[in-house]
Every structure is written in structure tokens, then in C-alpha cells.
């Protein structure tokens, strides 16, 4: 079993910045593909990124490439998402999610088995 426990969210006005993470305990971190996953009210959640049990393979949907980057530091059990030039449409509750096993590849959320609570993320325009 993984806790996942995330925070970073605010709000922030267009073009602004926030950093996300996800503090995990219990089962092995380091050996969990991990992903980050979002939901604006009265839409589907949808996929953002994720990063192999490796830090070198990571995938992003479309519309945050170039702005996002995810990363992990295993030592510290941790995830991150660095959300740069945000943007009004990224405003959603954001989850951080884990496999059991590695893969980069699985966007969507049936892959995951372990979730957090979510943190609130608002971009003003």
C-alpha cells in the first residue's frame, strides 16, 4: 500500500508559476511509475504527466509540453511538478497517482492504483 499526500496548489495569476509535490509512504516508492492526473469541475480527470520508476523516462500530454516538468527524488520519496507560464485552463484539482511496477506510458487512470487527496490549483487570467 502507498499513502500519497500532495500540496503546492494555489493560486496564481497567467503566466505564473507553482510546484507541486507529492510526499509517498508505505510501499516502495522507488519502484512505482508515478503520475500526475487533473480535474476542473464538471469535466472528466484527465492525464498531465508521468515518469517511470527511472528519473530518464518521462511523458506529457500535449497541452503542457514545454510548460510542466515532472520529476522524483527517490531518496526522499517524493513527486514533483513544476507548472511554469500557467495558464487559466490549467486551473483544476490536481492528483498525484502510482502503479505498482514501472512504465512511463499509462495515461490513462485505471493504471493506477494508489491516489491522493488532491491539491486545489487556480490560475486567474
Known amino acids: 500500500q502507498v499513502q500519497l499526500v500532495e500540496s503546492g496548489g494555489g493560486l496564481v495569476q497567467t503566466g505564473g508559476s507553482l510546484r507541486l509535490s507529492c510526499a509517498a509512504s508505505?510501499?516502495?516508492?522507488?519502484?512505482?511509475?508515478m503520475a500526475w492526473f487533473r480535474q476542473a469541475p464538471g469535466k472528466e480527470r484527465e492525464f498531465v504527466s508521468s515518469?517511470?520508476?527511472?528519473?530518464?523516462?518521462?511523458f506529457y500530454t500535449q497541452s503542457v509540453k514545454g510548460r510542466f516538468t515532472i520529476s522524483r527524488d527517490n531518496a526522499k520519496n517524493t513527486l514533483y511538478l513544476q507548472m511554469d507560464y500557467l495558464r487559466p485552463e490549467d486551473t483544476a484539482t490536481y492528483y498525484c497517482?502510482?502503479?505498482?511496477?514501472?512504465?512511463?506510458?499509462?495515461?490513462?487512470?485505471?493504471?493506477?492504483?494508489?491516489w491522493g487527496q488532491g491539491t486545489q490549483v487556480t490560475v486567474s487570467s
Open positions: 497517482a502510482g502503479r505498482n511496477g514501472p512504465g512511463a506510458l499509462y495515461t490513462s487512470a485505471n493504471w493506477y492504483a494508489y
Open positions: 508505505g510501499r516502495s516508492f522507488s519502484s512505482s511509475a
Open positions: 515518469i517511470d520508476v527511472n528519473v530518464g523516462s518521462s
